[in-house]
């Protein structure tokens, strides 16, 4: 795809948290970590589905998506015209970007959603690189649990 525009906001539906969530419980200790699918319109990120994929790395302080996995769910992607929006990981400590990440945001400048595990609140926060820094990214969560029909 073309250069990624500087997003001000990431809008995702209450299912995809709660998702992150199990997921983020299901590996612990490990980083959990995935992909989101979605549209850019053309300063947000919708979201439409997050992919979990094996952390590659095996690690509880960092995370590697696996490339197979990316790959087949890249391809998918593209066949249902959806777009890598996001990338998503979980930290032992809080929601910020580590200096391991930053590279990898640099390379890979969708939106990146942390999810914190110290606290007891959910802790989520969304980043992007662009020109050179990194900017926050505004998090907006839509109830679609009934419109999906769950
Ligand atoms: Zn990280």
Request: aromatic share 8%.
């Amino acid at each position: 795809m073309l250069a990624i525009p500087k997003i001000r906001k990431i809008v995702l539906r209450n299912e995809h948290v709660r998702m992150m969530l199990e997921e983020v419980h299901r590996v612990y200790p490990q980083e959990a970590c995935g992909v989101i699918l979605g549209q850019f319109e053309p300063d947000i990120a919708r979201a439409q589905e997050v992919v979990f994929t094996r952390n590659a790395a095996d690690s509880s302080v960092r995370f590697v998506v696996d490339a197979e996995e990316l790959y087949r769910i890249l391809v998918r992607a593209e066949d249902e015209g959806k777009d890598m929006v996001g990338i998503f990981h979980s930290h032992p400590t809080t929601a910020v970007p580590s200096g391991v990440d930053q590279p990898f945001m640099e390379i890979n400048p969708v939106v990146w959603v942390i999810l914190g595990t110290l606290s007891e609140k959910i802790d989520i926060s969304a980043y992007q690189w662009f020109d050179n820094a990194i900017y926050p990214v505004e998090i907006v969560i839509e109830n679609l649990e009934e419109d999906i029909g769950k």
